[in-house]
Structure formats: structure tokens, C-alpha cells
């Protein structure tokens, strides 16, 4: 099984190249944003829990989050491995990633960080919300505070897998087969 996790601020593109590096390398794709906003859609009983939370474009709290991935990870034990898009955002949830898989005897082999200019961020999510419709992408003070949440939260994840030798950098900006050839060569290494 190889897993990756591929990172990057929000309007990166994790999940545009997500899902086509797993449709190239037959991985399960897993977005813990998207499973979130199904949730919220679906009125579940998580997904109201959650809604007021990801409207502020705050974070998820990490056991809600990392009991979602581990079912996940359950309901697909003969996958040939994962790219997690979004998660963990993070240390304590990379811990407990490291600590899930360890469990199923396999680890992640990189960590992906889609590096794009934070003028190229907010263009892309203003874009997005006019194709998509996303509520969270329309609003720049949403988008701001989702980017400043990136930072002051997520980013220290990135020493948690550069201590282990697993960070790797990826130039994000350009079009998306640019960008999706670079993210494949990194790949096509671990294999």
C-alpha cells in the first residue's frame, strides 16, 4: 500500500490534482473536506455539528475529523493505498494518521506541498465560488481567515513530516497538466 498526502492552502488545487493522481495511480481519494461538506449537505447529525464551524471557515475539531478517515480507511481494506487531500491539517491529527496506519502495517510515503503565490490563491477561490457555487469561497474575509487558519494551524505539520525526511515541495503555480506532471514525477520516485 502507498499513501500520500497532498497539502497546500486552500485554492492550491489539492483537490483538482487529487483526483487525477488517483485515477493515475489507481489510489482511493480522500478528502476530508468533502466528506465534511457531504455531511453538512446530507443534514446528518455530524454534519450540523459541523456546519457553523467550516461557515467561519475554522477547523474541524481533530476527533471528529480523524474518526471520519479511520472509517474510511476500514470501509476499503484491500485499496492499494490512499492520497489524503485536506487532512491531517494538523500535528496531533498526523500523529494519529501515522498511529491508524501503522495499525493496517503501512505509513505515508510523502508529503506533497502544492507551494502557489497568495495573490494566486484568492484569485483561484473567487474563481471557484463562480463555477461551483462553494458559499465559502464567495466571501474575501471568509477566504483571508481560511488562508490565516492554513497557516497559523497547518503549516507546522510540515516539520512533523520533514523531521521523517517525507516533505516534499511542489512548484503549484501554471496550468493544471503542468502542475499534475510535476506531482507525478515526485510519485513515480516513491514507487
Do not use: W
Not at 468533502?34 to 467550516?54: F, N, P
Not at 474575501?140 to 512533523?160: A, G, H, M, Q
Amino acid at each position: 500500500m502507498i499513501n500520500f498526502l497532498i497539502f497546500g492552502p486552500p485554492g492550491s488545487g489539492k483537490g483538482t490534482q487529487s483526483v487525477k493522481l488517483a485515477s493515475e495511480f489507481s489510489l482511493i481519494h480522500l478528502s476530508t473536506g468533502d466528506m465534511l461538506r457531504e455531511e453538512v449537505a446530507g443534514q446528518t447529525g455530524l454534519g450540523r455539528k459541523v456546519e457553523g464551524i467550516m461557515q467561519r471557515g475554522e477547523l474541524v475539531p481533530d476527533d471528529v475529523v480523524i474518526e471520519m478517515i479511520a472509517e474510511r480507511l476500514d470501509a476499503n481494506p484491500g485499496a492499494g493505498g490512499f492520497i489524503f487531500d485536506g487532512f491531517p491539517r494538523t500535528v496531533d491529527q498526523a500523529r494519529a494518521l501515522d498511529e491508524t496506519l501503522a495499525d493496517k502495517n503501512t505509513s505515508i510515503c510523502k508529503m506533497l506541498m502544492l507551494e502557489v503565490e497568495h495573490e494566486e490563491l484568492v484569485r483561484r477561490l473567487i474563481l471557484r465560488a463562480e463555477v461551483s457555487g462553494r458559499p465559502d469561497d464567495k466571501n474575501l474575509d471568509i477566504i483571508e481567515n481560511r488562508i490565516k487558519v492554513y497557516k497559523e494551524k497547518t503549516e507546522p505539520v510540515i516539520s512533523y513530516y520533514r523531521k521523517d525526511n517525507k516533505y516534499q515541495t511542489v512548484n503549484g503555480m501554471g496550468d493544471i497538466d503542468e502542475i499534475f506532471h510535476r506531482l507525478c514525477e515526485v510519485i513515480r520516485a516513491c514507487i
